[in-house]
């Protein structure tokens, strides 16, 4: 009897071993595709899960101590179910690579996330700490569910 649940034993865990393998590849592949190859520009969409989104405008905002880059985003849900906005999937990132994580505690911060109905639509405005205002940003919203991502080119650094 121990050979034949040894035997057994070894053939679930190659079977496990190689369906790993196949999901773990598929995932990769299909999952982790941006809404473009190129950033996108204010006004122009990307549907990232079920949401569409949309950067309207971006701004900057200082004082002696803190500066802030503002993005004021549309999201809409075109489904017939509905869908979750959190807006801690967003983030903005500097022209040297560094990302800045949204600021809730900024007084401007009026995109407060959570679901939105059917056919329904949110906007309004996210705030980030930034170090230096002067860099190029780009603005990112992940879907970690699905891996899906869209990056929009939010430059507001004196032309």
């Known amino acids: ?50 949401l569409d989104i949309s950067v309207v405008d971006a701004y900057e905002e200082s004082n ?11 999201v809409v849900n075109q489904t017939e179910s509905s869908a979750q906005f959190a807006p801690l999937n967003t983030s903005i990132v500097d022209e040297e690579g560094y990302e800045y994580r949204h600021d809730s505690s900024f007084g401007d911060q009026r995109l407060m996330g959570g679901q939105i109905r059917p056919g329904g639509q949110r906007r309004g405005t996210l705030s980030y700490e930034v170090p230096n205002i002067d860099s190029e940003f780009e603005w990112i919203y992940s879907h970690h569910a699905t891996g899906e991502y869209g990056a929009w080119d939010v430059n507001t650094a004196a032309e």
Do not use: C, H, P
């Open 64 to 74: 002696e101590e803190t500066s802030y880059v503002i993005v004021d985003v549309m």
């Open 1 to 50: 009897m121990g050979w034949k649940y040894w035997t057994l034993m070894g053939l679930v865990l190659v079977l496990g071993f190689m369906a790993g393998m196949a999901f773990e590849g598929r995932g990769q592949s299909d999952n982790l595709t941006s809404a473009s190859d190129d950033l996108l520009t204010n006004s122009e969409s990307a549907r990232i899960g079920n």
